[in-house]
């Protein structure tokens, strides 16, 4: 309730910090406890493990959280994604690109591809406009879950298309298919499930952090900003 913040000196190699920013899938609902098995977790020690210049992680999960409104009489899973992002994402310290994974919440409140994807283009504005790339990240499956409905399911498929295909991110990371089960693409696959059916354990966060692809984090804008190897 004191501290609104904790900034780290880096080692010479980092440069600033990829934000991941979504709901309980990247804040932590179903890992271990006290394991740092989120998968910005993994995503942190894959970058620190390669040599040369790299970038720190911080994670802007908010467990509960919507990317286009609120949650009516439940505050405590705070405002919007939309509406946060330039506190949660472009107030973190060397910021130099944002992860967004986000959207199922806002499925599983009946809300439209078309709302979702207003919501995306704007996130995606607020992020340019600071000259920080944003890179896109697809829903995971959810089929076998208490959000699945037919309906919903079809928006999910909406989105997921428009996330890898309209070219509006910096680039995609493709969690859906990092995830989903060899047999029942709309589900996540058992190993990585973390028994819900929506959320992923230990496992799958691991899955999701190593479709991350490193080299795309580190160029474009931000490599003006690194040191060279």
């Given at each position: 309730?004191?501290?609104?913040?904790?900034?780290?000196?880096?080692?010479?190699?980092?440069?600033?910090?990829?934000?991941?920013?979504?709901?309980?899938?990247?804040?932590?609902?179903?890992?271990?406890?006290?394991?740092?098995?989120?998968?910005?977790?993994?995503?942190?020690?894959?970058?620190?493990?390669?040599?040369?210049?790299?970038?720190?992680?911080?994670?802007?999960?908010?467990?509960?959280?919507?990317?286009?409104?609120?949650?009516?009489?439940?505050?405590?899973?705070?405002?919007?994604?939309?509406?946060?992002v330039e506190r949660d994402a472009l107030g973190q310290s060397g910021v130099r690109a944002v992860i967004l994974?986000?959207?199922?919440?806002?499925?599983?409140?009946?809300?439209?591809?078309?709302?979702?994807?207003?919501?995306?283009?704007?996130?995606?504005?607020?992020?340019?406009?600071?000259?920080?790339?944003?890179?896109?990240?697809?829903?995971?499956?959810?089929?076998?879950?208490?959000?699945?409905?037919?309906?919903?399911?079809?928006?999910?498929?909406?989105?997921?298309?428009?996330?890898?295909?309209?070219?509006?991110?910096?680039?995609?990371?493709?969690?859906?298919?990092?995830?989903?089960?060899?047999?029942?693409?709309?589900?996540?696959?058992?190993?990585?499930?973390?028994?819900?059916?929506?959320?992923?354990?230990?496992?799958?966060?691991?899955?999701?952090?190593?479709?991350?692809?490193?080299?795309?984090?580190?160029?474009?804008?931000?490599?003006?900003?690194?040191?060279?190897?």
């Amino acid at each position: 309730m004191l501290v609104s913040g904790v900034d780290v000196r880096g080692s010479a190699r980092t440069a600033g910090a990829v934000v991941t920013f979504g709901d309980s899938i990247t804040d932590t609902a179903s890992t271990t406890g006290n394991a740092d098995q989120r998968y910005p977790d993994h995503l942190a020690r894959r970058l620190q493990d390669r040599t040369g210049r790299t970038l720190a992680v911080v994670n802007a999960g908010l467990g509960g959280n919507r990317l286009i409104a609120e949650r009516d009489g439940e505050p405590y899973y705070g405002p919007s994604g939309i509406s946060r992002v330039e506190r949660d994402a472009l107030g973190q310290s060397g910021v130099r690109a944002v992860i967004l994974q986000e959207g199922i919440n806002d499925i599983g409140f009946d809300a439209s591809a078309e709302e979702i994807i207003a919501g995306y283009r704007t996130f995606i504005e607020k992020v340019r406009a600071k000259g920080v790339p944003v890179y896109g990240g697809t829903l995971l499956p959810f089929r076998g879950s208490f959000v699945w409905t037919p309906e919903r399911q079809a928006t999910w498929t909406t989105v997921n298309a428009w996330i890898r295909h309209s070219g509006a991110f910096d680039g995609v990371v493709d969690f859906a298919a990092a995830t989903a089960s060899a047999t029942d693409p709309l589900a996540l696959d058992p190993a990585y499930d973390s028994g819900d059916g929506l959320h992923p354990g230990d496992a799958g966060t691991r899955a999701m952090a190593d479709a991350v692809d490193l080299g795309m984090l580190l160029a474009g804008p931000a490599r003006r900003n690194l040191p060279r190897d």
